[in-house]
């Protein structure tokens, strides 16, 4: 079975400061991971994924994200946010012959001005 | 291209009814998926169809159901409602059945009272 955890369930930044959430994966398989972000009332946003070749990945919005397999990690960088980047982050996998995605409980970030 | 889309946005029961909910993906995208996202459970994986079938199902009770049709669009069905059951369900569309990212929709929001 396959299982996320995103260690901080909120991280608080004022803006133009950088940023790292992070997420750590189990999984027994070869694992597909995947950002995705949610504003207020709405449904989820793929930022950024990980499938295959370079371990950095960079998505929209200016974040990028690093696969790091000894690690089992993927955290999620920005350099510098802005009041707009204020919303839940998700990190998810996949892999394996069940191709169901597996959620982390997500990161609430909040950017003060 | 338009994205997923999910009717109705919102969406007020009363315990003991039943409610269905609709899907249509991304044109091209034959698999879809339903999850249902509550603050305390997070993100939770109901089911996934492709072609008509369903390829994978979550640890939901047998009161949810779901079918895909031929265009692929999909709906998804809970009987006797329980307050439980008040959530954001989320459909997310893909390609084809454990291919790539998943995009989603902007979700229903279901009330049971």
């Known amino acids: 079975a396959q299982s996320v955890t995103q260690l901080d369930s909120q991280v608080p930044v004022f803006e133009e400061a950088p940023v790292e959430l992070r997420c750590n994966y189990s999984?027994?398989?070869?694992?597909?991971l995947f950002w995705y972000v949610q504003y207020p009332n709405q449904g989820l946003q793929l930022l950024l994924k990980y499938l295959s070749g370079s371990t950095l990945v960079k998505g929209i919005n200016g974040f990028e994200a690093e696969f790091n397999k000894s690690q089992t990690s993927f955290h999620l960088r920005k350099p510098s946010v802005h009041i707009s980047d204020t919303a839940e982050y998700f990190c998810a996998v996949t892999g394996g012959s069940n191709y169901k995605l597996t959620f982390g409980k997500g990161t609430l970030l909040t950017v003060n001005p | 291209k338009a994205g997923v889309t999910q009717t109705p946005r919102y969406l007020i029961k009363t315990r003991g009814q039943q409610v269905t909910l609709s899907c249509s993906p991304i044109s091209g995208h034959r698999s879809v998926s339903w999850y249902q996202q509550t603050p305390g459970q997070g993100l939770q994986f109901l089911f996934e169809?492709?072609?008509?079938?369903?390829?994978n199902k979550g640890n939901f009770p047998g009161r949810f159901s779901g079918r895909q049709f031929s265009n692929s669009r999909s709906e998804m069905n809970v009987s006797t409602l329980e307050l439980g059951d008040s959530a954001l369900y989320l459909c997310?569309?893909?390609?084809?059945f454990g291919v790539g990212e998943q995009y989603f929709g902007p979700g229903t929001r279901l009330t049971v009272t």
């Open positions: 999984s027994s398989v070869s694992v597909y």
């Open positions: 169809y492709f072609s008509e079938t369903q390829r």
């Open positions: 997310a569309s893909s390609l084809a």
